[in-house]
């Protein structure tokens, strides 16, 4: 069934080419074989880091490749304890790291206002994402599994401590790869119709939101959240300590009406606990950031000491 681009689309299951077929039918891997990655598989894996786009051809990136046992099993406890982490015979700390540009420019003296920038720092955040994913595709067509690991970035202090970050260098995303032990499905993703928007943006009213999130999230065959009284106290205490007393009322008034604790309530109530602005405040990760020697919040001050 062509289309107007020249390309067929999809037909019961068909690809027009493996590429598209793997980015179609991708998903994450949280369990590997025990089965260490040949040097030539690594080598094809880390070329797609190497060809990434960078801002400017500056490929300000490095990767820091953990495969020692016991420190995988340590970078595992300082990203929440996910067990993947240490089972995986492959883990890829993918960094922002200005401080070879900024050495680069010393040696030639050239001005440098790289970690000067709110924009640079998240460029070079989106950078680590772009490289990622170059990473997650090869490892998907090579016949590896992949994960990646957000509580990276969540404790950053302790991952530049662990990886011995110099300033300069931030860790960006976390990947753990290896051949899977288990069947990669595909998870339920949005209709295509809730996430583009044409020419402006366009918020969907809200009958519409609720039957795509509906939809996405509570098929038949889905396991509801059940209510028991310490996930309704859980929510109860989130709401409470975030929006106060009567919102908390509600929350637990809303899922008793449903018979069960809806998915955005387990989403933000339970599982990513909208009352972590408290437990880990923007200041303390400002902190980190600037540590790492980025000035993200005040304005440049000359004359800044080229390290
Ligand atoms: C930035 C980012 C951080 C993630 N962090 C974690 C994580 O810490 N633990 C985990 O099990 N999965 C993590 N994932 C994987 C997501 O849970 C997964 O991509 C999502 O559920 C969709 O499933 P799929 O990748 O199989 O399509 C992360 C994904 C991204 C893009």
Not at 156 to 183: C, D
Not at 269 to 279: I, P, Q
Request: aromatic share 8%; net charge neutral; with cysteine.
């Amino acid at each position: 069934m062509p289309t107007h681009h020249g390309i067929e689309a999809k037909v019961n299951g068909d690809y027009p080419n493996e590429t598209l077929r793997i980015l179609h039918q991708r998903g994450s891997c949280r369990h590997f074989k025990d089965e260490k990655i040949p040097e030539e598989v690594l080598e094809l894996l880390l070329g797609a880091a190497v060809n990434a786009p960078s801002g400017g051809n500056l490929q300000s990136f490095n990767i820091v490749k953990i495969e020692d046992p016991e420190r995988r099993e340590k970078l595992m406890k300082i990203c929440g304890n996910q067990r993947f982490i240490g089972e995986a015979p492959l883990n890829l700390v993918i960094c922002l790291d200005q401080r070879r540009s900024m050495r680069w420019a010393k040696l030639d003296y050239a001005p440098f206002t790289g970690m000067a920038q709110i924009r640079s720092f998240l460029m070079g955040i989106q950078l680590t994402g772009i490289v990622g994913q170059a990473i997650c595709v090869a490892a998907d067509a090579l016949g590896l599994g992949s994960c990646y690991v957000g509580t990276a970035l969540a404790n950053a202090g302790e991952v530049s401590e662990f990886l011995e970050l110099p300033q300069g260098v931030f860790p960006g995303v976390l990947i753990s790869i290896g051949y899977p032990a288990e069947e990669i499905s595909t998870r339920k993703k949005h209709r295509l119709n809730t996430l583009l928007h044409q020419e402006r943006h366009r918020d969907l009213p809200d009958e519409e939101l609720l039957a795509a999130y509906k939809e996405k999230h509570e098929a038949a065959w889905a396991p509801r959240v059940e209510i028991t009284e310490r996930r309704l106290q859980r929510l109860y205490e989130t709401c409470l300590r975030v929006h106060g007393e009567e919102f908390a009322e509600r929350s637990v008034a809303h899922a008793r009406e449903l018979g069960y604790i809806s998915p955005v309530q387990r989403y933000f109530g339970l599982h990513y606990r909208a009352d972590s602005v408290f437990t880990s405040p923007n200041s303390e990760f400002l902190e980190i950031i600037k540590g790492q020697s980025w000035n993200i919040c005040g304005d440049y001050k000359p004359p800044m000491k080229h390290e």
